[in-house]
């Protein structure tokens, strides 16, 4: 079946640290890959997304390549602040009828100063 | 105006009893859906809506009872409530439910069952 893999956490960073989140997936067809984000008390929001081979989604210093050669969608960041502390999901949708976001685990950061 | 709106934010109930959770999107879009988030932060979709139309239904117990009136709204019925009901529900809409398609989610119903 589809699923989605990522590295479990919490993830503790200093202020402009660089960050990589690792997230593999499983599909059957050619899956769109997503990020979302989730800051404390909220629901989830896009953080970006690439829906084919090669393609690199980027949004607010954050980036994500896909690569269907090693079935993964890491996201990076090169300096972190404070401010992006929140869970991090990745996820995948295969299309169809019945077309459903699957989401890995979460991965909690917390960004310290 | 907030796109995707749920309420209540917050429900503390007793076992046994029934609750419903409500959920309008000002989108304009045509798909709806009903996500749970477990106590480790796991998403799992329950159910989805496509133009009033029950699409997905992920092996939810049928204690569990989605109304969609119109596109705008999706609502969720919870009958004879159980403790391991706990947990935050997640409205979410997209524009017609493709492939490669954002989700807009609601900010959650935290749902305590005593």
């Known amino acids: 079946g589809n699923s989605v893999t990522q590295m479990e956490g919490p993830v503790t960073l200093s202020e402009e640290a660089f960050l990589t989140i690792n997230c593999t997936y499983t599909?059957?067809?050619?899956?769109?890959l997503f990020w979302y984000v989730q800051y404390p008390g909220e629901g989830l929001q896009l953080l970006l997304k690439?829906?084919?081979?090669?393609d690199k989604g980027s949004n607010k210093g954050f980036e994500a390549t896909y690569r269907k050669e090693t079935t993964s969608f890491h996201l990076e960041k090169g300096s972190v602040q404070v401010s992006d502390s929140a869970v991090y999901f990745c996820?995948?949708?295969?299309?169809?009828?019945?077309?459903?976001?699957?989401f890995g685990t979460g991965t909690l950061l917390a960004v310290q100063p | 105006d907030t796109a995707v709106s749920q309420t209540p934010k917050y429900l503390v109930t007793q076992m046994g009893n029934d609750k419903s959770i409500k959920c309008e999107q000002n989108?304009?879009?045509?798909?709806m859906y009903w996500y749970k988030q477990d106590s480790k932060k796991f998403l799992k979709i329950m159910f989805s809506?496509?133009?009033?139309?029950?699409?997905i239904n992920e092996t939810v117990p049928n204690r569990f009872s989605p109304k969609s009136p119109d596109k705008a709204h999706l609502n969720l019925h919870i009958n004879s409530l159980e403790l391991g009901d706990s947990a935050v529900y997640f409205c979410?809409?997209?524009?017609?439910?493709?492939?490669?398609?954002?989700?807009?989610f609601g900010s959650g119903t935290q749902l305590s069952v005593l």
């Open positions: 599909a059957t067809g050619y899956p769109s």
């Open positions: 989108l304009g879009h045509d798909t």
């Open positions: 979410a809409s997209s524009q017609s439910g493709q492939k490669g398609e954002k989700l807009f």
């Open positions: 809506y496509n133009n009033k139309e029950l699409i």
């Open positions: 690439a829906t084919k081979a090669d």
């Open positions: 996820a995948l949708t295969t299309g169809g009828a019945t077309n459903k976001l699957i």
